[in-house]
Nanobody, 131 residues
């Protein structure tokens, strides 16, 4: 059973930073892509960043230059480094992955130049940025 557990969220001031972590357990070998998406109350889900199987990264225009997605392969942890946070970054953040087997439901993580149709995602971690 694959599980993704996010952590690292919190409440910060505008301009500060946070690093989100996503610990994966279970069989995640062969993932086609990893991604982060977010959703704020009353707003549509928004793709934030994607890391594909070749190590290429793509970002939403709204976070490009401020956020960095990365993965520790040995520990099987996905990260999202978020710098220069803005109030509009306030949302629940979710990590997701697309595995070749399992997961009957999908969520599309889409950013400019990148798509990850994920069949596993976590419960989310809240990020709140105040001005």
């Amino acid at each position: 059973q694959v599980q993704l557990v996010e952590s690292g969220g919190g409440s910060v001031q505008s301009g500060e930073f946070l690093r989100l972590s996503c610990a994966a357990s279970g069989y995640t070998y062969g993932s086609n892509c990893f991604g982060w998406f977010r959703q704020a109350p009353g707003k549509e889900r928004e793709g934030v960043a994607i890391l594909d199987s070749h190590g290429n990264t793509n970002y939403a225009d709204s976070v490009k230059g401020r956020f960095t997605i990365s993965r520790d392969h040995a520990e099987n942890i996905l990260y999202l480094q978020m710098n220069s946070l803005k109030p509009e970054d306030t949302a629940m953040y979710y990590c997701a992955t697309a595995l070749p087997l399992g997961g009957s439901q999908y969520v599309r993580v889409e950013v400019r130049h990148g798509v990850c149709d994920a069949n596993y995602w976590g419960q989310g971690t809240q990020v709140t940025v105040s001005s």
